[in-house]
C-alpha cells in the first residue's frame, strides 16, 4: 500500500520542546508531503519533500527522507500551544495520494 | 486568495435517506478531491477529478456514493440511501497541480447518519 504510516499515534511533549514523528511506507514515491489538522479543521499542506532530497526546512520544521528505508521524519522545535493538532504524511506520487492515521501532538503550556 | 469552499458544516439524517454535499474549489486548481475521514482515521481518498473527468474513483462506494463536477470547478458528492457506517467528516480539496502536489482543503462536512 502506498498509505504512509506514522509513529507515534500520539505526542504529548511540553511548551519549547521539540516533537518528532516518524513515517513509513511501503511504495515508490515522487515526493512525500506533510499535512497539518487542526481539531473540527480542514488539512493543511505544511511541506513537500521529493525523492531525490534528504532533507528540507520551513520555519520551525524539518523534514528528512531515507528513500532506501522507505521513511521520513517531521520535526518541529521549539513547540508551542498553536502547534497542537494531528499531523499526517503523504507518500505520493502522479497517480495517487494516501494519508496515514496521523500523529496526534499535544504541546502542554 | 478564496480558499476551497465546502456546505453544509453540519448535517444530521436518518439511515436510507439522501444527502448532497457541494465543494467549490480554489480557481484555476484543475485537480479536485472528495476524501472521506472517519473519526480517528486519516482521511481515505473517494474520488479524485482532473478538469471535469474522473482520474480515480475506485474506493467509491458506487451502489450509493456518485460525485460530478460540473463545467470542471464546483463538484457535488451525493450519498444515497445513507448507512450509519457513513458518518464521517467529507473533505474536499483542490490542487493547481495535476500530480497530486500540495492540496488546498476546505473545512469539510460533518455528517451524522442516524
Known amino acids: 500500500s502506498q498509505q504512509g504510516e506514522e509513529d507515534p499515534q500520539a505526542l504529548s511533549i511540553q511548551e519549547g520542546e521539540n516533537a518528532t514523528m516518524n513515517c513509513s511506507y511501503k511504495?515508490?514515491?515522487?515526493?512525500l508531503q506533510w499535512y497539518r489538522q487542526n481539531s473540527g479543521r480542514g488539512l493543511v499542506h505544511l511541506i513537500l519533500i521529493r525523492s531525490n532530497e534528504r532533507e528540507k526546512h520551513s520555519g520551525r520544521l524539518r523534514v528528512t527522507l531515507d528513500t532506501s528505508k522507505k521513511s521520513s521524519s517531521l520535526l518541529i522545535t521549539a513547540s508551542r500551544a498553536a502547534d497542537t493538532a494531528s499531523y499526517f504524511c503523504?507518500?505520493?506520487?502522479?497517480?495517487?495520494?494516501?494519508f496515514g492515521a496521523g500523529t496526534t501532538v499535544t504541546v502542554r503550556a | 486568495e478564496a480558499g476551497v469552499a465546502q456546505s453544509p458544516r453540519y448535517k444530521i439524517i436518518e439511515k436510507r435517506q439522501s444527502v448532497a454535499f457541494w465543494c467549490n474549489p480554489i480557481?484555476?486548481?484543475?485537480?479536485l478531491y472528495w476524501y472521506q475521514q472517519i473519526l480517528g482515521q486519516g482521511p481515505k481518498l473517494l474520488i479524485q477529478f482532473q478538469n471535469n473527468g474522473v482520474v480515480d474513483d475506485s474506493q467509491l462506494p458506487k451502489d450509493r456514493f456518485s460525485a460530478e463536477r460540473l463545467k470542471g470547478v464546483d463538484s457535488t458528492l451525493k450519498i444515497q440511501p445513507a448507512k450509519l457506517e457513513d458518518s464521517a467528516v467529507y473533505l474536499c480539496?483542490?490542487?493547481?497541480?495535476?500530480?497530486?502536489?500540495?492540496?488546498?482543503f476546505g473545512s469539510g462536512t460533518q455528517l451524522s447518519v442516524l
Open positions: 503523504a507518500p505520493g506520487n502522479d497517480y495517487k495520494l494516501s
Open positions: 511504495t515508490s514515491i515522487n515526493n
Open positions: 480539496a483542490s490542487s493547481l497541480s495535476t500530480t497530486n502536489e500540495k492540496l488546498f
Open positions: 480557481s484555476g486548481h484543475a485537480t
